[in-house]
């Protein structure tokens, strides 16, 4: 079975290259990692239940200083290629 791996993942960007139309999130139980994924997916209710999740466990104090999601990075990458199809 193959693994397709999202375009979102985009480790070359620096916090000022973000490109026009996506926003930063971090991903992670204990190491984060930072993906740019598109403004889109604020549209999907899977992605609601994530944003809830960060919700629930941050409030409004996210310890790096962006929107961080409580969850595992394979999951995270899991329910984006969802997004994407």
Avoid: W
């Avoid at 979102?8 to 930072?34: A, L």
């Avoid at 941050?58 to 200083?65: A, K, L, S, T, Y």
């Avoid at 409580?70 to 969802?82: G, K, W």
Wanted: glycine content about 6%; aromatic content about 10%; proline content about 7%.
């Amino acid at each position: 079975m193959a693994i397709r791996v999202p375009r979102m993942i985009k480790k070359s960007f620096t916090s000022g290259d973000v490109p026009k139309g996506h926003f930063v999130v971090y991903v992670g139980e204990n190491q984060k990692k930072r993906f740019v994924i598109p403004i889109s997916f604020l549209n999907q209710p899977l992605f609601h239940d994530l944003l809830s999740l960060a919700e629930e466990e941050f409030r409004f104090e996210h310890p790096i200083g962006g929107l961080t999601i409580p969850c595992r990075e394979d999951v995270f990458i899991d329910l984006t290629s969802q997004l994407r199809n």
